[in-house]
T-cell receptor
């Protein structure tokens, strides 16, 4: 089954404790992206990757890092999480530019 | 920058009512346009898409027409069901060859029996 898999689905942690949210897709998509969803703000793009070793900032990249060492994986790293990063995060992938994106089920992060 | 504006919710309708959710976009050229749906506790699913002017996307009884002259992509359904209760997002790419998808803020639809 074609899918985008995120882990964990839920995480409660404390300020400053490094965490990684993994994202993996099995559709051989070149493009992957991370979004955060906040009430009243819709989805905002954090980072995206057009291919292996090619990443770029989205609209709200501050406090986040990403890497794309393999085509299927695109982890989101919070080196020193803060409470304002409490949010619902989505990973997505697509074949390329201007194509529909396929979304994971989301990761709900709470940072105390 | 590019933006997508969709009608604010929440929207509450009775079953079998007609639905319209307005969406306007600002990208120049001919960006691909999408409607996504998010059911409670789930990720976003593609509902329909249109890639050029006058295209009509349709799926599950929902329709939206790409209107270049009014820069709009309004979502419609003739007869909603309780199972259509969800949050709906309009989205656009900034242009051909673009990798950045911009979303509207979402419209929550509740359908009551």
């Amino acid at each position: 089954e074609a899918q985008v898999t995120q882990n964990p689905r839920y995480l409660i942690t404390v300020t400053g404790k490094k965490l990684t949210v993994t994202c993996s897709q099995n559709m051989n998509h070149e493009y992957m992206s991370w979004y955060r969803q906040d009430p009243g703000l819709g989805l905002r793009q954090i980072y995206y990757s057009m291919n292996v070793e090619v990443t770029d900032k989205g609209d709200v990249p501050e406090g986040y890092k990403v890497s794309r060492k393999e085509k299927r994986n695109f982890p989101l790293i919070l080196e020193s999480p803060s409470p304002n990063q409490t949010s619902l995060y989505f990973c997505a992938s697509s074949f390329g530019a201007n194509q529909p994106q396929h979304f994971g089920d989301g990761t709900r992060l709470s940072i105390l | 920058g590019n933006s997508v504006t969709q009608m604010e919710g929440p929207v509450t309708l009775s079953e079998e009512a007609f639905l319209t959710i307005n969406c306007t976009y600002t990208a120049t050229g001919y960006p691909s346009l999408f409607w996504y749906v998010q059911y409670p506790g789930e990720g976003l699913q593609l509902l329909l898409k249109a890639t050029k002017a006058d295209d009509k996307g349709s799926n599950k009884g929902f329709e939206a027409t790409y209107r270049k002259e009014t820069t709009s992509f309004h979502l419609e359904k003739g007869s909603v069901q309780v199972s259509d209760s969800a949050v709906y997002f309009c989205a656009q790419y900034s242009g051909a060859g673009s990798y950045q998808l911009t979303f509207g803020k979402g419209t929550k639809l509740s359908v009551i029996p």
